[in-house]
């Protein structure tokens, strides 16, 4: 039985039983997407503002081999210290580390289908995996993508970051049928940036019409998740320019330094962060920020309509 594995918090377990809304978040980007204390802080601060917008969060990891829905304090406080030293979990990780009796930090994919398991349809986060620069001859496409396609969530996030070959991305979504939304705007954001050079599939301006075609999708049995791209508030968003080539540096040191699999994304992550100092880190801070209201009005809108 799947609740054997499973440990919902009794205040996400309430939400959940009374139809209130419940947005899940993820934990890799806590322990490898930013340094301690700023995680910890900004991982409190999301779990506030999904409860200032009407929703309960659930931040989900998994420690000693339980999947968890929903973290305490301290729990939070834990995967923030320990940072890149907890392993990373996407779908494939999970059973081994169930039976390790591990902690694991879960991605966008693993955070999904732990999500769906609880029955939470709406997720937050900075930035989702993508196809990466150069997958044409590494193959490195992240397994966010596929669990999009194949997992009834969706996903909140500030574009894809310019790390991916967004193009490429966009062609993988729309293979597998994933379509991508953006919240009041018709091109792409770029995580940093409000704009890229791709267009979304569908713009909607308001969370209710969000998740009305959400609604619509899987009353229909449209396997699959969503993409909902949301730019960064502009007075938030960094210079093109400046994290273009911060970027390509990071790719640079990338292959110089050989790395590959799971550890790129982290690698890429932290040497941007590093090179562009903290601003990078306040954007990312913000983006996440504003994601989390946005997934919480969405999330509200679904359970009302439910
Ligand atoms: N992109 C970000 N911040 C992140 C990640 C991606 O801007 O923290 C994390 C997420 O957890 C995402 C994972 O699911 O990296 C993707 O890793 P990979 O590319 O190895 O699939
Ligand atoms: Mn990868």
Redesign the pocket.
């Known amino acids: 039985m799947l609740a054997q594995y499973l440990d919902i918090h009794p205040e996400v377990q309430q939400a959940l039983q009374s139809g209130q809304a419940v947005v899940a978040l993820?934990s890799?980007?806590i322990s490898?997407?930013m340094p301690y204390p700023q995680n910890v802080e900004t991982a409190k601060k999301v779990e506030q503002t999904v409860r200032d917008n009407g929703a309960i969060p659930a931040t989900i990891a998994m420690i000693q081999g339980r999947l968890k829905v929903g973290l305490t304090a301290e729990e939070l406080e834990y995967f923030g210290k320990t940072g890149q030293s907890i392993t990373k979990v996407?779908r494939r990780d999970i059973p081994f580390i169930v039976a390790k009796k591990a902690d694991g930090a879960t991605?966008?994919?693993s955070t999904m289908i732990i999500a769906a398991m609880a029955d939470i349809k709406v997720f937050a986060?900075?930035?989702?995996?993508g196809v990466h620069r150069g997958a044409q001859e590494t193959f490195d496409i992240?397994?966010?993508l596929e669990e999009l396609a194949a997992t009834n969530v969706a996903v909140v996030c500030a574009g894809a970051?310019s790390i991916l070959d967004i193009g490429l991305t966009l062609e993988f979504l729309e293979t597998n049928g994933v379509p991508v939304i953006g919240y009041q705007t018709e091109t792409l954001p770029a995580?940093y940036t409000r704009e890229s050079d791709f267009g979304v599939d569908y713009r909607l301006d308001t969370p209710e019409a969000i998740a009305e075609a959400l609604a619509i999708k899987w009353s229909l049995h449209l396997k699959g998740g969503a993409v909902i791209a949301n730019p960064i508030p502009s007075e938030y968003a960094m210079d093109k320019a400046s994290i273009d080539s911060a970027i390509q540096n990071a790719i640079s040191e990338m292959d110089k330094a050989g790395v590959k699999g799971?550890a790129?994304?982290p690698f890429l992550?932290a040497k941007v962060a590093e090179l562009t100092g903290g601003n990078s880190l306040d954007a990312n801070i913000q983006l996440v920020l504003n994601n989390a209201k946005l997934a919480s009005r969405i999330a509200v809108s679904l359970s009302a309509d439910a």
């Open positions: 993820e890799t980007i490898h997407g996407s991605t966008v994919a986060t900075g930035g989702i995996g992240s397994a966010d970051k995580f799971k790129s994304t992550l």
